[in-house]
């Protein structure tokens, strides 16, 4: 494509249709409110995401928060494709596809609660990172909160070197008539060629082939973003603070519970040598050279106010939390930087075994601490932040926002179904409980179609999943190997729906998904 629009962003292939909980409003207050800081929370503030790619992300918070909320893509295909998911569920989000700069010069955006950029800032111009800036300026709240992700200094130092290589080769040895997946293919071989002939610079940085061996492994809509857009301004942490400054921005914390457990990060010197440190933005960026960061997920407040212990206690004790998953396929370890820990009996026992009562419905951390009475407050605020750093519990919000957007998760929650008939791009579903998205398998979104069309049994809902999947000539894939007769196929779905059955509904009935 040409770049009189794209300025040089990669879009010749559109982007994945993931989601992000990074830029839901529930989980973002959760974090500021983990960190002892206040934020807004309102029924009626409005919400934006720059750059929102396919618009998964944004269309499920706007469905499962009370908010109105307003976006831009400046690629016409992928804003083309948020619109189409919008207007099937009725939404009445604003879904542009105006440039940064477009949107700025627009005057009929409000005052937004929250601002969210999920991997845009780091491949953008540093022109267009200004108008970020002054996009934030002009139109967040005070007290209002950013997200803001980007890739980051010093653990993308060794790799560095490695990314503009691909570009280059893109750039220059590629005929831009050739397709994007050859155009990305050929970059990625030379690049493995070039390391095979040994250059000084394979031999100074350990394990450079391993991580180009990854980069090939992934998913080619990725690749295509992260590493060939003509722009890239990687940063350091201290870099960015001062970029958000002139919108009044106030580094807060980042959007990483897991974060606030120190031994899952830190060695023992390492969290002797920050605790000295007083500033906490210096600090932050030395904590960055301990963890080799790489890539930053970060929350900023305009005009952070910080709680005090007791109205920080006081906003955890009245927070509600529900689990995503069935207690039984919660994993009994949890990584970090600092390695690999195993979740103790004696505390996350108790604690699942409270948030399972009464079929899985949501609790408050002061129902929590009713049910294990014996357990420290720390203790059980951290056991709570581990469960939901690992994917398998989520912060709710109020009851009241979760009745006034019922109706549209449903609405939305069957068109997602819906198209699971003829895809398997868009494996989420929308919790007007979590304010955000469940993974939830094109698989078990087939069973929830059979199950809304009345059907009671787990066999029954193979079977409509495989009539599905037949017509469309596809087969399970069960050891590394394709399932290749229809017998094959129906036991191994009937037996996914059997498990489906015993442990996800009762968890997708707790979130009112079903």
């Known amino acids: 494509m040409s770049d009189a629009w794209n300025e040089g962003y990669f879009t010749d292939?559109?982007?994945t249709y993931s989601y992000s909980r990074e830029i839901n409003p529930v989980f973002q207050?959760?974090?500021?409110?983990?960190?002892?800081?206040?934020?807004?929370?309102?029924?009626?503030?409005?919400?934006?995401?720059?750059?929102?790619?396919q618009g998964v992300s944004i269309n499920i918070h706007a469905a499962a928060n009370p908010g109105p909320y307003i976006g831009t893509d400046f690629h016409p295909g992928q804003a083309a494709h948020a619109n189409a998911l919008a207007t099937a569920w009725n939404s009445d989000a604003r879904l542009y596809d105006d440039s940064f700069e477009q949107l700025l010069a627009r005057d009929d955006l409000p005052q937004f609660d929250s601002i969210s950029l999920h991997g845009i800032w780091t491949w953008v111009s540093r022109d267009n990172q200004k108008l970020i800036v002054e996009f934030a300026r002009r139109h967040l709240k005070p007290g209002g909160l950013l997200y803001i992700s980007y890739n980051c200094f010093p653990g993308w130092s060794p790799s560095a070197p490695l990314r503009h290589l691909f570009r280059l080769h893109d750039r220059f040895a590629t005929n831009t008539c050739v397709r994007p997946d050859q155009r990305i293919e050929a970059a990625l071989q030379f690049s493995e060629t070039l390391l095979a002939a040994n250059p000084n610079y394979a031999s100074a940085v350990p394990n450079l082939d391993d991580k180009l061996q990854g980069i090939k492994g992934q998913d080619r809509q990725y690749v295509a973003h992260e590493y060939f857009n003509r722009d890239w301004n990687c940063m350091y942490f201290t870099d960015v603070v001062d970029a958000l400054a002139p919108a009044k921005l106030d580094y807060a914390t980042t959007a990483v519970p897991l974060d606030s457990v120190a031994p899952l990060n830190l060695s023992a010197e390492g969290m002797d040598f920050l605790e000295g440190i007083e500033h906490p933005v210096m600090r932050e960026q030395a904590r960055d050279y301990f963890v080799n960061q790489h890539f930053r997920r970060d929350l900023y407040v305009r005009g952070a106010n910080r709680l005090s212990a007791a109205e920080q206690r006081q906003g955890m004790y009245n927070t509600r939390f529900v689990l995503l998953r069935a207690a039984e396929s919660i994993s009994d370890t949890v990584r970090g930087p600092a390695g690999e820990a195993t979740l103790q009996t004696e505390v996350y026992g108790p604690v699942l075994e409270a948030l399972t009562a009464n079929a899985y419905a949501p609790k408050t951390l002061r129902q929590l601490a009713g049910s294990v009475p014996s357990m420290p407050y720390d203790d059980l605020v951290q056991a709570i932040t581990v469960l939901i750093g690992m994917g398998a519990a989520a912060p709710c919000q109020s009851e009241v926002a979760e009745k006034l957007v019922q109706a549209r998760c449903n609405t939305l929650n069957l068109q997602l179904c819906k198209r699971a008939l003829l895809s398997n791009k868009i494996q989420i579903l929308a919790s007007p409980v979590t304010g955000g998205g469940v993974p939830v398998s094109r698989f078990q979104l087939l069973f929830l179609i059979s199950i809304k069309q009345g059907r009671k049994h787990p066999a029954e809902w193979a079977q409509l999943a495989w009539g599905v999947l037949a017509e469309q000539g596809e087969v399970l894939i069960k050891d590394n190997q394709p399932l290749t007769t229809a017998e094959e196929n129906i036991a191994e779905l009937t037996e996914q729906a059997e498990a489906f059955a015993e442990q996800s509904l009762v968890v997708l009935k707790a979130l009112n998904i079903v």
């Open 13 to 15: 292939e559109g982007y």
């Open 29 to 53: 207050r959760y974090c500021l409110l983990l960190r002892g800081f206040a934020s807004l929370e309102t029924t009626d503030g409005y919400h934006c995401e720059l750059g929102f790619g």
